[in-house]
């Protein structure tokens, strides 16, 4: 369902997101996942905790699935920091979606810091039943 990336633009991304886009130290930001098939769709879940709905971005394009999320500090300027260990800033993480999933109906719901995602099975990836003609009497096997 999911098709593996390319593995040098991973590489790429995450030593962006290690060293940051001037040089500086920075924690990566992370964006975990589950995905697998349930039924007739398929479902994915990214744990997004502490990110207001309102930043979720969700794009399609050519089959590649692109969610960006954006998480701001949940304190003020006027406080001394003592620990900062939960990343902030823009989240994002992009899917190559397999053809045979329909991405012209794709769920999205936010529930407790979770992104979860239903994409449903294409038509065309279905199981279907062909027919056999021989001597006589067609017959039906499934495919």
Known sequence: MLMRTDPFRELDRFTQQLFG????????AVMPMDAY?????FVVHF?????????VDLNVERNVLTVKAERTRS???????????RPRGVFSR???????L??????????AGV?????P????????KIEISAAGTPKQINA
């Open 94 to 100: 992009q899917l190559f979606l397999g053809d045979t």
């Open 47 to 55: 744990d997004l905790p502490g990110v207001d709905p309102s930043t």
């Open 21 to 28: 886009q001037n040089g500086t130290w920075s924690r990566p």
């Open 115 to 119: 992104l979860t995602l239903r994409i």
């Open 37 to 41: 098939r349930e039924g007739e769709e």
């Open 102 to 111: 329909n991405t012209d109906n794709i769920h999205a719901t936010y529930d």
């Open 121 to 128: 099975i294409a038509e065309k990836a279905k199981p279907r």
């Open 75 to 85: 304190y003020g300027d006027d406080v001394e920091l003592q620990v900062a260990e």
